[in-house]
């Protein structure tokens, strides 16, 4: 997927809650090892015509990043990643990673912070039952010079006043960069957000996420009904029995610039007459979206 015409910044976000590598494995899941080829496969897929994706995973281990950065370069430097573990701001504990292409996105900065009442060290936060960390891109375009920025994160399972409060944290930096006043360097800047929200479309995130004050709109609901694809829910266990969509992609509206959605699908995350097995329990989200040229 390259630009669409001449000044227009066309992009794919894939999300994807891969599962961390339990061990033992839970009933029903099949180790890391067995899992990985099938989610290479999906991101080498959707990624292979289309260099302008950011991949965006939740519950990625040190070991599993590896494993996904080494399938995808196969001994090239094609994807790089910004990301830390959640539980030292180091290494340890899950990952929020954001994959990108090197030679189609200049990564401009980074930054992290901990959905907590102390956002910048490795904490819990109100009634969580986790560590949660936020990861923070901003990416020029090498190709028109144009700057947006990235975000994912995974809310809290456990606690319904940490997703609550999380989503609270999360909107206001997205505001600070739509506003232009999250760094002096930079003026007003688009947004997007994905991650595992651990909330469905009726409960306390998600309203937070796309309420009155939050510049962001679930990109499903900008999206021709004609172009959304495949399952509604995204949270299947190794069981199948669904329970809910709580994985999204959100992109910021409300401008003269603002995100148009193009498409919209969920993915399988089982192939019955292929290898049979859940690569996750969770199903991944791909967006496609897309800004307009300036005028």
Known sequence: MQILSA????????????????????????????????????FRYHTEYAPQTFICMQEVLDNQL????DGLNQGSDTWASIGLGRDDGARAGEYSPILYQPAIWNLKEFKYYWLSETPDRP??????????????????????????VAINTHLD???????????KLLVNTVNSYVQGTANSTHGPL?????????SREDQEAYGV??????????????????NIYGYNETFTG???????????????QGTEDEWVGNGYATLPNIFEDGSGLYFSDHRAVVADFSLPARS
Do not use: C
């Open 209 to 226: 996420l796309t309420g009155s004050g939050s510049p962001l709109a679930d990109v499903k609901t900008i999206v021709p009904p004609g």
């Open 123 to 148: 904490s819990k936060g109100w009634d969580a039952g986790s560590i949660r960390i936020v990861t923070i891109g901003v990416f020029q375009d090498r190709q028109i010079s144009r700057d947006i």
């Open 190 to 198: 688009q947004v997007f957000l994905a991650g595992d929200m651990n």
């Open 157 to 167: 399972n456990a606690g319904t006043i940490a997703r609550e409060e999380g989503s």
């Open 66 to 69: 590896d494993d996904i950065l």
């Open 238 to 252: 190794f069981t199948g029995s669904g329970e809910g969509r709580i994985d999204y992609v959100f992109a910021t």
């Open 7 to 42: 000044g227009i910044l066309a992009l794919r976000v894939l999300t994807h809650n891969i599962r961390y590598a339990a061990d033992p494995p839970s009933t029903g899941e099949a180790p890391w090892p067995q899992r990985l080829p099938d989610l290479l496969a999906q």
